[in-house]
């Protein structure tokens, strides 16, 4: 098994991947059926969406985990400039290994690649966001040292911001 940089030619395999562990998620989460969902909001989810594909393939920071010539992990970061006080700190975006290829390190592996390469880049901190209850994640994590600071983030949908009407 070998980890190595995205390339642009991973490009279908990953989205296949990432999609696959998308659909996991959301079918724990949501009612409606995947196949019931708008197909231009599932073309905009994922660091393998057209619009956000590009970002992560020239970061530097994004990488496969490869068995015998097939995509089994991939892991997208990149890198965020002062931000939490930090100059350079590495933005994980999203991470995924195959199922079938699951606790057996791979994505340890990943995660570590990003940290390598980040140290390299000059990276005060690395971010990665974690579903509270993705206790799998939370124990990768856990594992190569990150700590949970219980920060709770606020978020604001910017679609349609004329329409929302904030005083
Ligand atoms: C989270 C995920 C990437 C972990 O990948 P993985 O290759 O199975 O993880 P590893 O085999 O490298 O596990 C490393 C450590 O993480 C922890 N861990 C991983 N999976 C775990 C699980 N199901 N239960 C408890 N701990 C787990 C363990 O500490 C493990 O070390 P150990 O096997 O020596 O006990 C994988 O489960 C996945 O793709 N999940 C779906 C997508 C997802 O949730 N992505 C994360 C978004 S932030």
């Not at 999609?19 to 079918?27: D, G, H, L, M, N």
């Not at 994922?46 to 089994?72: M, P, R």
């Not at 995660?111 to 206790?135: C, R, Y």
Request: proline share 2%; hydrophobic share 40%.
């Amino acid at each position: 098994m070998e980890i190595r940089p995205l390339k642009l030619r991973d490009l279908e395999n990953v989205r296949e991947l990432e999609i696959a562990c998308i659909r996991e998620y959301f079918s724990e989460i949501l009612e409606n059926k995947w196949e019931d969902l708008p197909q231009d909001w599932k073309d905009n989810l994922g660091s393998t969406s057209k619009k956000a594909f590009k970002t992560y393939l020239s970061s530097g920071l994004s990488f496969v985990a490869e068995e015998d010539g097939e995509i089994v992990g991939c892991i997208f970061a990149q890198m965020l400039h002062n931000i939490y006080d930090a100059e350079n700190m590495v933005w994980v975006d999203n991470m995924c290994v195959h199922s079938y290829f699951r606790r057996l390190g791979i994505g340890y592996k990943l995660l570590k690649a990003v940290m390598d390469e980040g140290h390299k880049q000059g990276a005060n901190i690395v971010h990665s966001a974690i579903q509270p209850k993705n206790q799998p994640s939370i124990m990768l994590h856990k594992k190569l040292g990150f700590f949970m600071d219980r920060r709770d983030i606020a978020l604001f949908d910017m679609n349609d911001y004329n329409k929302k009407n904030v005083l």
